[in-house]
Every structure is written in structure tokens, then in C-alpha cells.
């Protein structure tokens, strides 16, 4: 076994990139998984000790490509957890000091082939990180993150690309430092799409979980979540609003008389109802229990008269039941706007709430809207 400046300068190189990595990761432990930080850590530190000693044994040397190899698996798999959860400024940072280290030591050491692929994807990760973090600044919340990634990805893919060909018809005028960084990016191609790719994965089945967490089981229509976030997206439009809260009268006495499904057959009519008698316009909510909440998009007497068609026809219709017709009734309170904004919502409800109370307390069945009343 032999010490030369070389493996020396390596293994300098190796303890560099595993300590940057190591603060990373350990900093960030909540977002990227441990287990994938300590294996890739202890292999990545198998491979410089590897290195250090010189690994002119074959069998050695395989150790090391191995545990590079491994290494650079479960960096992969932590690097892409940290992109998912879009990388913050604490990360990027000591990424960026390790990518400069890492570019001095792609042009100033000799490397083999396989530790320069390493380093390079590496320093490529840590460059998308640091480009993803600049361009979609503090956007927690982006739509689409995993379409502004891939967006990323092209923009890199297409630079990377005229400068390899510049390079390849001009030679004289490009660099070669520019020439190698083109390769480098354009060698990582398949290693970016693969993290917009999975990005892509991760937001569709995010996407799925939340609008089922959004849905009433029973209903199948929006719940209270489902309601505040659609609602959300009609705040600062300037157009008036009936916001409405509809009550089944009586409830108990349907699910005392005729049973619990019975009660839940009703909820659910009057659901199937609703979405019948409202447009895709209006937003429709099952709020809990036999209540649903309505934001109809509307002027408001044509709103107040809807809402007096609703109430009509629950109280004129039937619903069929094996065990015999069921006669229900609702009131419905209501309130106008013509703004929603965040804060207002809470006391819109309270609003149509205490009138729901009035439309009780006056003999049921009816639709009272706050400040007015509409005989039925
Ligand atoms: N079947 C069924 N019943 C439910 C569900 N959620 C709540 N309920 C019942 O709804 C009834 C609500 O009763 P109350 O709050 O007294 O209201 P009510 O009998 O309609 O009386 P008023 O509202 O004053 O007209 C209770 O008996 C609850 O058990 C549900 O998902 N399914």
C-alpha cells in the first residue's frame, strides 16, 4: 500500500463532500430520510478510506466503485426527498459552497472516470436545488412545482445543448471549461428528468389524497374543507354572493322514526339534490350532520328565488324509501356579500346562521335571509 499526493487530494475531496453532506442532511433530518444520510455517509466514507489506503488491489478497488455506486443511490434518494419538499435557503447554501468545491476539484484533480461521474451528478443536483430555489423563490405553495422543475430541466437541457454544439462547430470560440460543464449537464439529463418525473408522481397522488380529503364520504360532495378552499379561490372577485346554510327540519324524528340509513339515504338525496338544482358555478358543501352550506353566484333575487324553489321542492317531494315515503322540510338562511375576503367568511356564516335560527324559531320550513324575510 501506497500514499501518493493523489489519493491524498481524493480522499480531501471525499471528506469535503461527506461533511458539506453530512450538515445538509443532518440540519434537514425531518425532511430527507436518515437511514438513506447514514448509508450514503458511511459509504461514501468507505470508498475515501478505500481511496486513502489506494486501492491497487482489484478487489479493492471494487469496494470502492461498489460503495460509490451504492452511495450515490441513497444520495439520490435523499437529494430527491429535499427537492420534493422544495429546498430551503439553509440547504442551499452550504450546497452551493459544496458545489463550488466541487467544481474546483473537477478541474484541478485527476480523477477516475467513475468518482468524476459522481461528483459531477453531485454538483449537478446541488446546481438544479440552488436554480429550482432562485426561480420559484419562496413559493411553498406552487401549484405545479414539479412543472416549473421540468421547466428547469429544459431550460438547463436546451443552454447545455447550443453550447455543445457551438462547441462542436466552433471549437476555437468555446471554452473548454464551458465545453465540459455543457457535458456535464447534458450527461445528468436522464438524472433531472428523473427527479421531475418523480416530483410529477409525488404531486399527483398528493393531489388525489387532498381532493379526497376535501369530499364527504357519505355525500360525495365538498365538506367543510372542500367549501373554505373553493371558497378561497372566489375571494377579492367582486360580484355578489348569496352565502346560505340549509337545515333538514326535524332530523332526529326521521332517523327515530325510520332508522340511521333511512337518515343517511336523505342526506344523500338531498345532496344529489342540490348538485341538480345548483350550477357549477355555485359551491356546494355538506357541512356536517344534516347541514350543507351554498354560495350561489348570483344577483340577489334570483339567488333568494332559487333558494325558495330548493325549499319547495323538499317540501312538495317525497323521498322513496323501502319502508315507506319520507316527508321532509329545510330552512335555509342566508346573507348577501359581493366580496369575500378571508376574514369575512367566519362572520358571513354567523350571519346566515342566525338565520337559520330566525327560520327555527318562526315555524320552520322557510328561508330567511339576514335583514329580510321571505314568507313561505
Ligand atoms: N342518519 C344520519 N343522522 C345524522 C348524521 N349526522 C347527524 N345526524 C343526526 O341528525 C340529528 C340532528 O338532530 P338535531 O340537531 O336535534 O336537529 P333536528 O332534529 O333536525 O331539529 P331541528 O334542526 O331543530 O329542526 C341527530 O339525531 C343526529 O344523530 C348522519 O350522518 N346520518
Sequence with gaps: MEFDLHSLRSTLIDLGLLITTLVVFV???????????????SLLLLNSIIMFAGADESWLSHTANFSLILAFAFCYSAVCKLIVKQVSWRLIIPCLLGYIVLIIAYFSVELSSLVRAFYTTIACIYLTGLICKILLKNRTNADSPSTSYLLIVLILTVIAFVFRLAALI???????????????????????????LLLLIFEVINNKLLTKSELDYLSGIKNRRGFFKALMRKRDENTPYVLSILDIDHFKTVNDTY???????????????????????????????????????????????????????????????????????????????NLIFEEMIQKLLYFADISLYKAKQTGRNKVVCFERLVES
Design 259 to 337: 332508522g340511521h340509513d333511512a337518515g343517511d339515504i336523505v342526506i344523500k338525496h338531498i345532496a344529489d339534490k342540490l348538485t341538480e338544482m345548483t350550477s357549477s358555478k355555485d359551491i356546494l358543501a355538506r357541512f356536517g350532520g344534516e347541514e350543507f352550506c351554498l354560495l350561489m353566484n348570483n344577483d340577489d333575487q334570483q339567488a333568494l328565488q332559487r333558494l325558495e324553489e330548493i325549499r319547495r321542492y323538499f317540501e312538495k317531494e317525497s323521498i322513496n324509501y323501502p319502508g315507506g315515503d319520507i316527508q321532509i322540510t329545510v330552512c335555509i338562511g342566508c346573507v348577501k356579500t
Design 27 to 41: 440540519r434537514n433530518r425531518k425532511l430527507s430520510g436518515t437511514s438513506d444520510v447514514v448509508l450514503f455517509s
Design 170 to 196: 466552433f471549437p476555437e470560440f468555446i471554452s473548454t471549461t464551458i465545453n465540459s460543464i455543457s457535458i456535464m449537464v447534458l450527461s445528468n439529463l436522464f438524472l433531472f428528468l428523473s427527479f421531475g
